[in-house]
């Protein structure tokens, strides 16, 4: 079989392969020729050159291509874009809207169960409950048989102590609601096979798209949603409105993070601004947050990525920090909104509690939390090496007592609490921080380490990793930093420093970097000139990869360096995928491999790498096909492999 050996030899390819501009300093300072240039600023500024790309930039010249990336306001929008992010409703929702909507208290379908302080008078009420086993076991048999049954199905085993033949009446109550619950959910999402006659049924799992469309058309509303959610979600990849329709029908609560994960992967692919879309994802990793954590990260992280990230990636870095800080989505994941002075034992409106946060007895104090503080130094601002001290941390995370946040569960907003702030004086980095300066200790720590010469280093050395290479050439940290300083931070001039300096255009610059699995999957649709009708399976193949989008449970948030993504299991899912691609079998995805009519190798490497495949590249192409005839698909899927679409 052809594509075994295919396969085999795209595995030692990659999973052998090294970046190969190398870190001599002289390789960064030999400049690539013209058409590389263009490659470059595509392979690193974009998700990856689609048919078509490297011309345009050609006709506008690089340096002006560039520029228009760095200002996206200045660029219309893809409309095929916007069509498809229209229907994602949650990615415009603010958190109330969005808690309301897609998580009610109960699932789907599910009837409310009448409470027992409803259900049952005061005085009956506390004798059943509390009262003794004669109490107890007279109020349950005053009761008529069909309050008795829900009743027994409710209570706790307690209450039937020395009871045994009400407890094994209440047995039976209880299997007896299953079973009335479980008739009710049937009614409300038959099988299939009640649905649909069998003919339809063929129809619906097995039929042309067209076929199937005529039949979604034909049902009514209801008995349509009902169908959507007993299909698998691949059977409705040509359908997105469907299969969300469906989703939403079976687990709400999932189609929250499914809107936000699907939306990343739209925008990487048909966005025009797709700096900004780079940007965005390099910023979301630095100030990672953890959709895993629980509702609170899930339900905000749409906001957080729309109003915290997004609209400073190429502003100014200290308004990039503290919206982040702001964020009920930062302040829950590294714990500072229940940060509290040492040793306080106030309440007050906004103190961490349950239900609309209104109270501080539902939950416990916890005391003074340094994670926030520890985090917003070590990954955020001044690095590992940074020069901050434990004694640092700790005041830190005194000047940002108090920022909590107000009603977590219904309506999430920042709020500055002065009962829980830590009013004493504070030294962090040498600077003095008066008592008594409330919000203004936390504003003012956003300041001291915005401006400082550590965090203009670390943050320009984490940009100069991202688009230069692993390990990027400090005398471009340097100017970087020093752009940092002179601008008040700001971030379009550092990278205007990046993206013209010598180091970025250089040979030591060129293919130096691996692409992510984000990178990979989108790039790989792009170069194949694919469209993408629904973006749900894609998403499970770069989580297939280890990038599972909004996944990553540490604060570090995801490396974007060689080392982190060459495992075997990574090489192997990424080649698992490539062949897919090109054979046409990623639901939601259509690639017309009929483009490349009778190329040859070279020329559909060429088509998909935008320059001539290396001499090692193709001969292990002629190795895997041993002189037999192969596919367009075959070779596609083979040069999506190789190392060299691997690098950008």
Same mark, same amino acid.
């Given at each position: 079989?052809?594509?075994?050996v295919?396969t085999v030899?795209?595995?030692?390819?990659?999973?052998?392969?090294?970046?190969?501009g190398?870190?001599?300093?002289?390789?960064?300072?030999?400049?690539l020729?013209?058409?590389?240039?263009?490659?470059?600023?595509?392979n690193?500024?974009t998700?990856g050159p689609?048919? #078509?790309?490297a011309?345009e930039v050609?006709?506008?010249?690089?340096?002006?291509?560039?520029e228009?990336?760095?200002? @996206?306001?200045?660029?219309?929008?893809?409309?095929?874009l916007e069509?498809?992010?229209?229907?994602?409703?949650?990615?415009?929702m603010?958190?109330?809207?969005l808690?309301?909507?897609?998580?009610?208290?109960?699932?789907?379908?599910?009837?409310?169960?009448t409470p027992?302080?409803e259900l049952?008078p005061?005085?009956?009420f506390r004798?059943?409950?509390?009262?003794?086993a004669?109490?107890?076991?007279?109020?349950?048999?005053a009761?008529?048989p069909?309050?008795r049954?829900q009743v027994?199905?409710?209570?706790?085993p307690?209450?039937?102590?020395?009871?045994?033949?009400?407890?094994?009446?209440?047995?039976?109550?209880?299997?007896k609601q299953?079973?009335?619950?479980?008739k009710?959910?049937?009614k409300?999402?038959?099988?299939l096979?009640e649905l649909?006659t069998?003919?339809?049924?063929?129809?619906?799992t097995?039929g042309?798209r067209e076929q199937?469309e005529a039949?979604?058309?034909s049902?009514?509303?209801?008995?349509?949603q009902?169908?959507?959610?007993?299909?698998?979600p /691949?059977?409705?990849?040509?359908?997105?409105?469907?299969?969300?329709?469906?989703a939403?029908?079976? /687990?709400?609560?999932q189609v929250?993070?499914?809107d936000?994960?699907?939306?990343?992967l739209?925008?990487a692919?048909?966005?025009?601004?797709?700096l900004?879309?780079?940007l965005t994802?390099?910023?979301?990793n630095?100030?990672? +947050?953890?959709? *895993?954590k #629980?509702?609170?990260?899930?339900t905000?992280?749409a906001s957080?990525?729309?109003?915290?990230?997004?609209?400073? +990636?190429?502003?100014?870095?200290?308004?990039l920090?503290?919206?982040?800080a702001?964020? @009920?989505?930062?302040?829950?994941y590294?714990?500072?909104?229940?940060?509290?002075a040492?040793?306080? $034992?106030q309440?007050?409106p906004f103190? @961490?509690g349950?239900?609309?946060?209104?109270s501080v007895?539902?939950r /416990?104090?916890?005391?003074?939390?340094e994670?926030?503080?520890?985090?917003?130094?070590?990954l955020? =601002?001044? #690095?590992?090496?940074?020069?901050y001290?434990?004694?640092?941390?700790?005041? +830190?995370?005194?000047?940002?007592t108090?920022?909590?946040?107000?009603q977590p569960?219904?309506?999430p907003e920042?709020?500055f609490?002065?009962?829980m702030?830590?009013a004493g004086?504070?030294?962090?980095l040498?600077?003095?921080?008066?008592a008594? *300066?409330?919000?203004?200790d936390?504003?003012?720590?956003i300041?001291?380490?915005?401006?400082?010469?550590? =965090?203009?280093r670390f943050?320009?050395?984490a940009l100069?990793?991202? $688009?230069v290479?692993?390990?990027?050439?400090p005398?471009?940290?340097?100017?970087?930093?020093?752009?940092?300083l002179?601008?008040?931070?700001?971030?379009?001039?550092?990278?205007?420093t990046?993206?013209?300096?010598?180091?970025f255009?250089?040979?030591?610059?060129?293919?130096?970097k691996?692409?992510?699995?984000?990178?990979m999957?989108?790039?790989a649709v792009?170069?194949?000139?694919g469209?993408?009708?629904d973006?749900?399976?894609? +998403?499970?193949?770069?989580?297939d990869?280890?990038? @599972?989008l909004?996944?990553?449970?540490?604060?570090?948030?995801?490396?974007?360096?060689?080392?982190?993504?060459?495992?075997?299991?990574?090489v192997m899912?990424?080649?698992n995928?490539?062949?897919?691609?090109?054979?046409?079998q990623?639901? *939601?995805?259509?690639?017309?491999t009929?483009?490349? *009519?009778e190329?040859?190798?070279?020329?559909?490497?060429?088509?998909?790498l935008h320059r001539d495949?290396?001499?090692q590249?193709l001969?292990a192409?002629?190795?895997?096909l041993?002189?037999?005839?192969?596919?367009p698909a075959?070779i596609?899927?083979?040069?999506?492999?190789?190392p060299?679409?691997?690098?950008r």
């Open positions: 079989m052809i594509r075994p295919l030899v795209a595995a030692t390819l990659l999973a052998s392969s090294v970046p190969q190398g870190n001599a300093a002289g390789h960064f300072e030999t400049r020729i013209p058409d590389r240039q263009i490659l470059q600023v595509l690193r500024l998700f689609r048919p #078509g790309d011309e050609r006709r506008m010249g690089v340096e002006k291509w560039i228009l990336q760095l200002h @996206p306001n200045r660029i219309p929008e893809n409309p095929v069509t498809k992010l229209k229907l994602l409703e949650t990615l415009h603010d958190v109330a809207e808690l309301k909507q897609y998580y009610p208290q109960f699932p789907p379908g599910f009837v409310r169960p027992l302080n049952l005061g005085d009956q004798k059943i409950i509390n009262g003794t004669e109490e107890r076991k007279a109020g349950l048999l009761l008529s069909e309050k049954d027994l199905a409710m209570v706790g307690n209450v039937l102590e020395g009871l045994p033949e009400l407890q094994q009446e209440a047995t039976m109550a209880r299997q299953q079973e009335e619950r479980t009710e959910m049937r409300l999402r038959p099988p096979n649909l069998p003919d339809q049924v063929q129809t619906a097995r042309t199937r039949l979604f058309s049902l009514d509303s209801t008995k349509r009902q169908v959507a959610g007993t299909l698998p /691949q059977a409705l990849a040509d359908f997105p409105e469907l299969r969300r329709l469906g939403i029908s079976r /687990q709400p609560r929250v993070m499914a936000l994960r699907e939306a990343k739209y925008r692919l048909y966005s025009n601004r797709q900004e879309e780079v994802d390099f910023w979301f630095h100030f990672n +947050v953890f959709e *895993g #629980g509702q609170q990260e899930q905000t992280l957080y990525e729309r109003d915290a990230i997004r609209p400073h +990636v190429l502003g100014h870095f200290k308004d920090l503290l919206a982040t702001r964020h @009920p989505a930062m302040l829950h590294l714990d500072n909104w229940e940060s509290l040492e040793g306080l $034992f309440v007050g103190a @961490p349950p239900g609309s946060g209104v007895f539902a /416990q104090a916890h005391g003074l939390n994670n926030y503080g520890r985090e917003l130094m070590e955020h =601002t001044l #690095g590992v090496k940074g020069g001290t434990q004694d640092d941390v700790i005041a +830190v995370a005194r000047c940002f108090g920022w909590t946040i107000r569960n219904t309506q920042f709020a609490a002065a009962f702030h830590d004086e504070k030294t962090v040498g600077h003095r921080i008066a008594g *300066g409330e919000e203004q936390g504003l003012e720590v300041n001291i380490l915005a401006h400082h010469p550590s =965090t203009a943050i320009s050395r100069a990793q991202r $688009f290479a692993d390990d990027p050439p005398s471009l940290v340097d100017r970087m930093a020093k752009t940092f002179k601008t008040d931070g700001d971030l379009r001039a550092v990278m205007q990046m993206l013209t300096s010598r180091e255009f250089s040979q030591g610059a060129w293919q130096a691996i692409k992510t699995p984000l990178e999957v989108v790039s792009r170069a194949s000139g469209n993408t009708t973006s749900f399976t894609l +998403v499970q193949k770069v989580a990869m280890g990038e @599972p909004y996944g990553k449970l540490e604060p570090t948030g995801y490396r974007d360096t060689a080392d982190a993504w060459l495992s075997t299991a990574s899912a990424r080649i995928f490539a062949n897919a691609l090109a054979a046409g990623v639901a *939601g995805v259509k690639v017309d009929a483009r490349f *009519g190329k040859d190798a070279a020329s559909i490497a060429h088509d998909l495949a290396s001499p590249t001969a192409i002629e190795r895997g041993a002189g037999k005839p192969a596919s075959v596609m899927g083979l040069v999506i492999s190789s060299e679409f691997q690098r």
